[in-house]
């Protein structure tokens, strides 16, 4: 919560209202609903409380926050009242113009003190509605994605009259709900989700249409040779066809004549066949039932048919100011689930063929298919080699080696391969003189990590053979956690965000761990009917002692940064503005010590836990004289009495 903006009014409590009301109440902020009925409000309530009831059975909030939250809300069918004290105004009313108008005109009048005024439209454009708003400056799109309580991505848009300070707002208001913020600086029909969706969705309808392959063989090659989590004509079922064809005619090509209606979706939507909804679209649903799509269908499709338009039209919103490319592909990411963005398959493409199948395209289907210079440019750059990580990134900043676990769009969750990446960075960076220590962080604002990736908790269930399955999953958590506790390097863990189950995990195994003070880490296992799998019985025991170790354990909630300090699992809680600065200030101080001498007190002290106290004392005599063969040992002599700061070089 931004305590700049205290009380939140949401007119319009359907399916984006009431839960977009339920992720301000979660935040903190006091919120009233406005709807036309008290029975309308009354039944968003319940969903609400639903939905909260959900939240704490999964263990993200508490059982007793589900009243307190709820009691935050307040719900009215007086529109003007409620917005006489609002600070922020969103609006999710029914997509039609005159409601919209008839709306804002009513509650921008009544809403004085807003700094916010917002709209959730999915395609009225903003201007049109702006008309009818008294200080037009305060108002903007900010779209939600269905579920708000699920969906991570919010896409703000930009008014020709909204000033740049209500846009700093919005987006410092959204992140406040925890939300990610993509802007959006043009009022483009689509945005940038639903643009770039449509037109792929646009391009594989008319492959099928031309008989150039069947929506199998595309579903098949999307999903299990280009990495997208469902195939194009699975989405288009499971969304609804109606859905999807009214937003390609009316959403996009009526206003934008780069968009054309996609008729093959026409005739589906005229036999009644709507997708999963009614049991059958391109598929067929028996009971919801998701279809089964073979693997090897798409093996002669040419990808690049389908995606290279999406990148085209990414690419155009780069190109046109209207987006940045990180935006873009954080939209894509968060918003299509796409793990690689869509501008992400560049490097995995010439400018020729990009050229190719534009062209060929552009004769069929006009000038939406014309090339985007800007996409022209990234293809053509010349190749870096194959990146060698994919879910982590490591960056050399001597004397500071950064690996950074790099799923934002799963909150970092650890997967099989960042196992494995992360086993081969450590490493490398180890075996790096230049390296001095190892900061591991995550990226994205949200989480260091949120442990293992539970799509491997499905698949492990699903198999036949769960037991040894789910054992040397665990074995193998441990395997590469000890290799990053053995380094002789110092490992710091730098937390900005969620560090639970398997993230906090790894952070146990750095020797300090500094958070952010808007951090929270736990071990919420024991509310799936788990125990924590990467060590944390036995680390955690050792750090904060048994006791304390069962409270977290046992009960699995969230602990907020400065009570895990407290309890001595933090080391450090810093200002969240300054979380950086302050991590490589630490960083640095530890690269300036001897790093002989340094390995060998990690090694001394990580053993003392295991051995008896004659045994260590006897461990430490002989790591103590072997230092006496070290240059940095006589280099720390000389300086010191000489008064002048030691060079330690590692030798
Ligand atoms: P909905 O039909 O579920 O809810 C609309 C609510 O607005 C209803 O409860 C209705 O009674 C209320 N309402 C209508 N006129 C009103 C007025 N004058 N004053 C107060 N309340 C009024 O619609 P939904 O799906 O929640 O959509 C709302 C907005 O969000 C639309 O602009 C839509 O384009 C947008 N949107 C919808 C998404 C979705 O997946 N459903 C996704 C993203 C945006």
Excluded at 450 to 479: C, H, Q, Y
Aim: aromatic share 8%.
């Amino acid at each position: 919560m931004s305590a700049q903006f205290g009380k939140v009014v949401v007119i319009g409590a359907g399916t984006m209202g009431h839960g977009i009301a339920q992720v301000a109440a979660m935040s903190g902020y006091s919120v009233t609903m406005v709807d036309l009925s008290d029975e309308i409000l009354r039944r968003a309530l319940e969903r609400i409380r639903w939905s909260l009831s959900k939240f704490a059975e999964w263990g993200r909030i508490r059982p007793d926050d589900v009243d307190k939250i709820i009691s935050r809300i307040s719900t009215t069918t007086d529109l003007e009242s409620a917005c006489t004290d609002a600070d922020v105004v969103i609006e999710a009313v029914f997509e039609d113009l005159k409601v919209k108008q008839d709306t804002w005109s009513r509650a921008s009048r009544a809403a004085r003190k807003a700094r916010i005024l917002g709209t959730n439209t999915s395609s009225i454009p903003i201007d049109d509605q702006a008309s009818a708003v008294e200080g037009p400056e305060r108002f903007l799109g900010i779209h939600f994605f269905n579920p708000p309580q699920l969906m991570q991505l919010v896409e703000i848009i930009v008014g020709s009259k909204t000033s740049d300070e209500t846009r700093k707002l919005a987006t410092e208001f959204a992140r406040s709900l925890g939300k990610t913020v993509v802007t959006v600086y043009r009022d483009v029909p689509g945005f940038i989700v639903s643009r770039v969706l449509t037109r792929i969705e646009e391009v594989a309808c008319h492959l099928v249409e031309k008989g150039k392959y069947t929506p199998v063989q595309i579903d098949s090659a999307l999903k299990y040779r280009a990495g997208f989590p469902m195939g194009v004509f699975e989405l288009i079922d499971y969304i609804g066809i109606d859905i999807t064809y009214n937003v390609s005619s009316k959403v996009m090509a009526e206003r934008d004549k780069t968009f054309r209606p996609i008729e093959l979706l026409k005739r589906y939507v005229e036999r009644g066949e709507l997708g999963a909804k009614t049991g059958k679209g391109f598929y067929e649903w028996p009971g919801g039932a998701r279809p089964t799509i073979p693997q090897d269908a798409g093996k002669d499709v040419d990808i690049w048919y389908i995606i290279i338009p999406g990148m085209n039209e990414a690419a155009r919103l780069v190109e046109q100011g209207i987006a940045t490319h990180e935006d873009v592909e954080t939209a894509i990411k968060l918003g299509l689930n796409l793990p690689k963005g869509v501008l992400g398959y560049a490097a995995e493409l010439t400018a020729e063929k990009v050229r190719s199948v534009l062209s060929e395209l552009r004769a069929e289907l006009g000038e939406g298919y014309d090339p985007s210079p800007y996409l022209l440019s990234i293809v053509a750059q010349p190749r870096p080699a194959a990146a060698k990580y994919e879910e982590i990134e490591v960056r050399r900043e001597p004397p500071i080696g950064w690996i950074v676990l790099n799923r934002s769009h799963r909150l970092n969750a650890i997967s099989p391969k960042m196992l494995d990446e992360l086993e081969d960075a450590i490493s490398e960076l180890a075996a790096d003189r230049a390296v001095k220590v190892i900061v591991i962080t995550g990226s994205g604002e949200r989480a260091f990590s949120v442990g293992a990736d539970i799509t491997t908790f499905s698949e492990i269930l699903s198999s036949e053979s769960k037991v040894p399955m789910a054992f040397w999953f665990s074995v193998r958590f441990n395997e590469v956690f000890r290799k990053i506790e053995r380094t002789p390097k110092p490992v710091v863990a730098a937390i900005d965000g969620y560090a639970l189950g398997g993230g906090l995990e790894l952070a146990l195994v750095c020797d300090f761990r500094i958070a952010s003070d808007r951090s929270e880490v736990g071990q919420p296992e024991i509310r799936l009917g788990l125990i924590p799998g990467g060590g944390a019985t036995q680390r955690l025991t050792r750090l904060i002692g048994p006791s304390k170790a069962k409270q977290v354990i046992f009960f699995g909630d969230r602990i907020k940064a400065d009570e895990a300090l407290r309890l001595g699992i933090l080391d450090k809680v810093v200002p969240a503005e300054s979380f950086e600065r302050e991590v490589r200030e630490f960083a640095m101080k530890l690269a300036e010590l001897p790093p002989i001498a340094l390995a060998a007190a990690k090694e001394a002290i990580n053993t003392a836990l295991n051995v008896s106290i004659d045994d260590g004392l006897r461990y430490e005599s002989s790591l103590s004289a072997l230092l006496f063969s070290t240059k940095d040992l006589a280099e720390g002599v000389s300086a010191f009495f000489s008064k002048r700061k030691p060079e330690f070089k590692g030798e």
